[in-house]
């Protein structure tokens, strides 16, 4: 009796073993969504050379794990489907079935960057609004754990869930807003693929042959050996006062006192050059998509970075491209909105602005009017910028008719003394709102701004001020944190970029080595 159950045993073991040797890519669970109306990648890992079934919604697709033990298959294009239907991976005798549930088909979208796109519902304005909104089957969340690599790696959980207002507390603001507003308009199953983390530079989300390939220097923020070597440095030295710190906190804590404040300048975890394009990006690429949506550059922000940012943007949208294999793939970018410290917050939006002007397959969302009243890095009312987010997919990736985009700079020219500006994307005029154009100023010869007064004409603006008797150069809401809000406005309803006509040097504050790490 003994020995048959050590044998039912071992076959159990050996089964199991057999079926941990199957398995699909973590992208792929319970209550996710694939990608309507195109091919959709679906892989995962076997032993090498074992034949893979992939089954869903009527298709059979078959694979070949090769010699290091991935497959993948393509399912054919699909309509969009709101029935929860199982996708099973079988394969060879001796495997378990690889089953992932309740699985519809709609529109996918990636959501990535830093604080201002991880910023939660729980912290945002009208928290309980939104959330009494969530019951939503259709609209599906999204989300792995942080994790930073020090090299790439293949697969990461993610735990996808059914929008609801329990689960929404944990949810990203802007993701689920846009999400749940595409679902609305788009009447299809929406799925919203999360990657933001908040105090992140760009560098962290760029693949490290593409840091080591660009124009831009090999410093610290681009090689990470420089970055972990000068973290470990920085870390060592505040370790004592840290372990201080996390003693007087558990004292505290204990006799209900207040917390003690916080080291100043702790580094926390390492979020250096390329370590979550190894640890979240790297395990999905492929995971098809419709678009991508980018809220990122606080981390960036110092000034004169502007046109490395630009060089680092344009880089990770082609990366991005050519890792998904969709040459076409939207990239949204949402432009920082304003900050009351001195960073080159002015020199990231305007490189923002660039990169779009530049990219065929590119939006600009603009939120310069949408800032936090007391000048926080964190504006906590997401719902506007949500709008605009979704008027932007809707223009590029879904072809809808009308203007999506921002009134931008087009160009200036001089005539006496006055500027005339023109731009791109007004819908048919300009408008200010709660009277005359704010922040407009004019600059001559000697380079010296003074304040300017603004006059709508139709599509263009023309620019006039009583110190600047010969004007070479106009800039418009070109600072760090302009108030009170720009209040320059297309016909479209959307707000005009803060844009400059010149290229000099900016000196609106002294550099800064460390830019937030929202």
Request: hydrophobic share 35%.
């Amino acid at each position: 009796m003994k020995r048959l159950c050590s044998l039912f045993t071992l076959s159990i073991l050996l089964i199991q073993a057999r079926a941990a040797d199957l398995a699909l890519n973590g992208a792929f669970a319970d209550h996710m969504v694939l990608q309507r109306q195109m091919p959709v990648r679906i892989w995962g890992s076997a032993r090498n050379g074992e034949k893979v079934t992939v089954q869903f919604a009527g298709q059979s697709k078959d694979a070949v794990a090769d010699g290091v033990g991935r497959w993948e298959v393509r399912l054919e294009p699909m309509e969009a489907s709101t029935e929860g239907r199982d996708l099973v991976v079988t394969g060879t005798e001796g495997y378990l079935p690889a089953r992932i549930q309740d699985v519809l088909v709609g529109e996918v979208w990636m959501c990535g960057g830093q604080s201002n796109m991880e910023w939660p519902i729980r912290r945002s304005t009208e928290k309980e609004k939104i959330l009494a909104g969530a019951d939503q089957p259709l609209l599906r969340m999204g989300r792995m754990d942080h994790h930073r690599e020090e090299a790439p790696v293949t697969s990461q959980p993610v735990a996808w869930s059914v929008s609801s207002p329990k689960m929404a507390e944990s949810y990203s603001a802007l993701p689920f807003l846009f999400g749940s507003a595409l679902q609305k308009k788009l009447g299809v199953p929406v799925g919203i693929l999360n990657t933001s983390y908040g105090g992140t530079r760009i560098e962290s989300w760029l693949n490290g042959e593409v840091l080591k390939e660009g124009p831009w220097a090999q410093d610290k923020d681009t090689v990470m050996s420089l970055a972990k070597e000068q973290y470990e440095k920085k870390k060592a030295e505040l370790q004592p006062a840290y372990d201080r710190y996390l003693q007087e906190k558990a004292k505290a804590l204990a006799e209900g006192k207040p917390e003690p404040k916080p080291v100043d300048g702790w580094p926390g975890d390492f979020r250096g050059p390329t370590v979550l394009w190894n640890g979240e990006i790297a395990p999905i690429a492929g995971f098809t998509v419709r678009g991508f949506a980018w809220y990122q550059g606080e981390s960036n922000a110092q000034n004169g970075a502007g046109s490395r940012y630009l060089q680092l943007l344009q880089s990770l949208a082609r990366s991005y491209r050519q890792s998904w294999k969709q040459s076409d793939l939207p990239v949204l970018v949402l432009q920082l909105s304003t900050y009351k410290k001195p960073f080159g917050y002015a020199e990231i939006r305007e490189a923002q602005a660039r990169f779009v002007e530049q990219d065929p397959r590119s939006a600009l969302v603009v939120t310069i009017d949408q800032g936090a009243p007391d000048g926080d890095v964190h504006p906590p009312d997401k719902r506007e910028v949500a709008t605009r987010l979704l008027r932007a997919a809707l223009g590029v990736a879904y072809k809808e008719k009308g203007i999506f985009q921002s009134p931008t700079f087009r160009r200036a020219n001089p005539e006496n003394n006055r500027m005339l500006v023109e731009f791109r994307n007004t819908g048919g005029g300009l408008t200010s709102r709660e009277g005359e154009p704010l922040h407009l100023e004019l600059a001559g010869e000697d380079r010296g701004f003074f304040p300017a007064t603004g006059k709508i004409e139709g599509e263009r603006l023309i620019v006039t001020s009583p110190e600047v008797p010969r004007p070479v150069a106009v800039r418009y809401a070109f600072r760090n944190f302009p108030q009170p809000p720009p209040n320059l406005f297309g016909s479209s309803g959307l707000p005009v970029s803060p844009f400059r006509s010149d290229n000099w040097p900016v000196q609106e504050s002294v550099p800064s080595p460390e830019p937030p790490r929202g």
